[in-house]
């Protein structure tokens, strides 16, 4: 089994080493060029210890973060040996300072999937090598106690939740492209409050804010919407919500974003019939607006002749 040419081309492309340790935790190989420092990996042994605790459980995979710095473990029984892929120390002009390569959680799953497949000619997902470290049992107790703990609390208050009604109005408004109607679910008045989402007030209201921006997106999207628009103006907005400080502000974004939904829905319902190379196009510059649009390439990926794509370009900037 040739998989060092692999973890070399791996290491280059993640550009973080992989390190293969033996069944004593020992070091065999460092893959990829790395201006090492003795302690690089000295935090290698807790990620080994750590897999090793987890018992190798359903998948020979392990993965953990610590402050946002990736590892994953992979132990390979045939070669009876251990995989690292993840945060290693880099070396620092001040030494007190504690620095670390490392790449962004999917690329590391990414990694381990792709050596995963060319070890096992079998492929895993990446909630497949999350998992393989959650102790699910343990996460469902979790729940249910925090499940009793807050019902209790609304219980104690005497409060519910607000109504699911009024948010299946609010959305069909939206699918609808019915201001008027949108505007009048947003009048209703009713008994209930809203979720806590955080014990932060402001941060529990930019969480259900951001909450109503996905649920709004996708009934944007089903109202004909095109998709890539919509999600664009979402992360614009959700950013525009991340950034609010107070209450109110998140609250005007938020509305201001499901008017806006709405706008866009009814213009699209007021082209009935749209040509399929127009609607094509649309979507095609859609996913080119940060690159050069060149006739000809645009003409080759719609599968229609340039003469015929000129006229259609010229016709629409009439």
Not at 8 to 37: C, M, Q, T
Not at 89 to 115: G, M, N, W
Not at 192 to 209: C, F, P, T, Y
């Amino acid at each position: 089994m040739d998989y060092q040419s692999m973890c070399e081309h791996l290491a280059k492309i993640i550009k973080v080493p992989i390190r293969e340790y033996d069944s004593n935790h020992r070091l065999r190989h460092v893959f990829g060029d790395f201006n090492a420092i003795p302690s690089s990996l000295e935090e290698d042994s807790n990620a080994l210890e750590m897999y090793d605790e987890l018992n190798k459980m359903t998948l020979p995979v392990a993965f953990s973060d610590k402050n946002l710095l990736y590892t994953a473990v992979l132990y390979v029984e045939e070669l009876s040996c251990y995989f690292i892929f993840g945060r290693v120390k880099v070396p620092h002009a001040d030494q007190i300072i504690q620095r670390h390569s490392y790449a962004d959680l999917e690329t590391i799953c990414e990694a381990v999937s792709l050596f995963y497949d060319y070890l096992y000619d079998q492929k895993i997902s990446i909630f497949d090598i999350l998992s393989s470290s959650m102790d699910e049992s343990s996460i469902q107790a979790e729940i249910s106690k925090k499940l009793g703990e807050t019902a209790f609390q609304y219980q104690e208050m005497g409060e519910l939740h607000n109504p699911y009604d009024q948010e299946q109005r609010e959305q069909a408004s939206i699918r609808e492209g019915n201001h008027d109607k949108l505007m009048l679910s947003f009048q209703e008045s009713y008994a209930g409050r809203v979720a806590s989402l955080s014990k932060d007030e402001l941060r529990s209201i930019k969480n259900l804010g951001i909450v109503v921006l996905a649920i709004s997106t996708r009934s944007a999207i089903e109202g004909g919407v095109h998709s890539e628009q919509a999600f664009l103006l979402s992360d614009s907005y959700i950013l525009k919500v991340d950034e609010a400080k107070t209450q109110n502000e998140v609250y005007n974004i938020v509305r201001g974003a499901e008017i806006y939904f709405t706008k866009l829905v009814s213009e699209t319902k007021e082209i009935k019939v749209e040509n399929p190379l127009i609607f094509r196009t649309k979507n095609l510059i859609l996913k080119k607006m940060h690159e050069k649009i060149v006739a000809e390439e645009m003409a080759r990926e719609l599968n229609t002749t340039q003469h015929i794509y000129r006229q259609f370009l010229k016709r629409k900037q009439e």
